[in-house]
């Protein structure tokens, strides 16, 4: 049976006995999971995560706009930011290079549209673009995510990316690109296989959509 959850909580903050909830869950399909107050303790903390040199292809991500980690990796100088030089790249006649690029970093950051109790992270997306190196290109995965993404369960999760996400992110595309966006890919990650691969960073604020 579907748990039934009110729409406007999409928005919502978990309550911390759900956080706790999802990150055991999590821990329990090897992930490496942290709770942090907020968006700037995640700044601070994704930094501490990666060696300075790294590779590193950041997801298109309000999470990580808004917190400015996007900022940090692209154009702070202290990575080899995968973004900045694939999009200074010629998309017709380097896109084998481009797709190499962007799915085999050593450190791909981002966020997700759903976390759910029973340790699932869901993520849609409509180019795919940041999917292969999410399910296991990257050497290392860190996802930062807000409290309002934890929902009970996969059901649910489904909903809020159709009903919540969708919406937010086709407006954002308009805006941007003058096209809507669509759940072209859906990514499902259960669980991880390689230990220390997969690190979700839980925020107890709420933070993008």
């Known amino acids: 049976m579907t748990t039934s959850i009110p729409e406007t909580?999409?928005?919502d903050a978990a309550p911390g006995?759900?956080?706790e909830r999802a990150a055991a869950a999590l821990a329990a399909h090897g992930f490496t999971v942290e709770i942090l107050d907020d968006a700037a303790a995640a700044r601070t903390r994704v930094r501490e995560l990666i060696p300075e040199g790294a590779s590193?292809?950041?997801g298109a991500s309000e999470?990580?706009?808004l917190s400015g980690i996007d900022e940090d990796?692209?154009?702070g100088g202290r990575y080899e930011a995968v973004k900045p030089r694939a999009l200074a790249m010629d998309r017709t006649t380097q896109s084998d290079e481009i797709r190499r690029l962007c799915a085999?970093?050593?450190v791909v950051v981002g966020s997700v549209h759903a976390v759910t109790e029973t340790g699932s992270l869901v993520v849609a997306s409509g180019?795919?673009?940041?999917?292969?190196s999410?399910?296991?290109g990257a050497a290392r995965a860190i996802w930062v995510v807000g409290a309002q993404k934890v929902v009970p369960d996969l059901d649910i999760a489904l909903r809020r990316v159709e009903d919540h996400c969708l919406p937010l992110e086709n407006a954002r595309a308009q805006k941007a690109y003058g096209r809507p966006s669509a759940i072209n890919h859906l990514l499902i990650l259960n669980a991880e296989c390689r230990p220390g691969r997969g690190t979700v960073l839980l925020l107890r604020e709420t933070i993008g959509f």
């Open 56 to 58: 590193v292809f950041t």
């Open 17 to 19: 006995q759900r956080l």
């Open 63 to 65: 999470t990580l706009r």
């Open 104 to 106: 085999s970093p050593d």
């Open 134 to 136: 999410y399910s296991g």
């Open 127 to 132: 180019s795919g673009s940041q999917l292969p």
């Open 73 to 75: 990796i692209n154009a």
């Open 9 to 11: 909580s999409f928005a």
